[in-house]
C-alpha cells in the first residue's frame, strides 16, 4: 500500500511563488502532481521518473519545477510567476511498485489560490 501526504498549499498574491509536498509511503516510481477545478476532469501538471527525469505540461513549463528526494520519498513542486489562472486543488499522485501494488495512488489534495 502506497499513502501520500500533501502540504504546502494555500493564498498568494499573482506573481508570487509556493511550494508543494507529497511524503510518500511504501515503494513507488514516477510521480506526479495534478489540479483539478471544479466542474473539470483532473490535469496532470507534472510528472517525475523514478531517476528524476522531469516532464511538464504547457502552461506550467518555465515557471514550475518538479523534484523528488527518494531518501525522502518525497515529492515537490515549485510554482514560481502563479497566474490568476493557476488556483486548483492539487493532488499528488505515484504508482505503486510491486505485485498487487501497480496502480495509481493519490493524495488528499492541497487548495491553492491566486489572488489578482
Known amino acids: 500500500q502506497v499513502q501520500l501526504v500533501e502540504s504546502g498549499g494555500g493564498l498568494v498574491q499573482a506573481g508570487g511563488s509556493l511550494r508543494l509536498s507529497c511524503a510518500a509511503s511504501?515503494?513507488?516510481?514516477?510521480m506526479g502532481w495534478y489540479r483539478q477545478v471544479p466542474g473539470k476532469q483532473r490535469e496532470l501538471v507534472a510528472a517525475?521518473?523514478?531517476?528524476?527525469?522531469?516532464n511538464y505540461v504547457g502552461p506550467v513549463k518555465g515557471r514550475f519545477t518538479i523534484s523528488r528526494d527518494n531518501a525522502k520519498k518525497a515529492l515537490y513542486l515549485q510554482m514560481d510567476s502563479l497566474k490568476p489562472e493557476d488556483p486548483a486543488v492539487y493532488y499528488c499522485?505515484?504508482?505503486?511498485?510491486?505485485?498487487?501494488?501497480?496502480?495509481?495512488?493519490w493524495g488528499q489534495g492541497t487548495q491553492v489560490t491566486v489572488s489578482s
Open positions: 511504501g515503494s513507488v516510481n514516477v
Open positions: 499522485n505515484a504508482w505503486g511498485v510491486g505485485a498487487g501494488n501497480n496502480r495509481p495512488y
Open positions: 517525475i521518473s523514478s531517476v528524476g527525469s522531469p
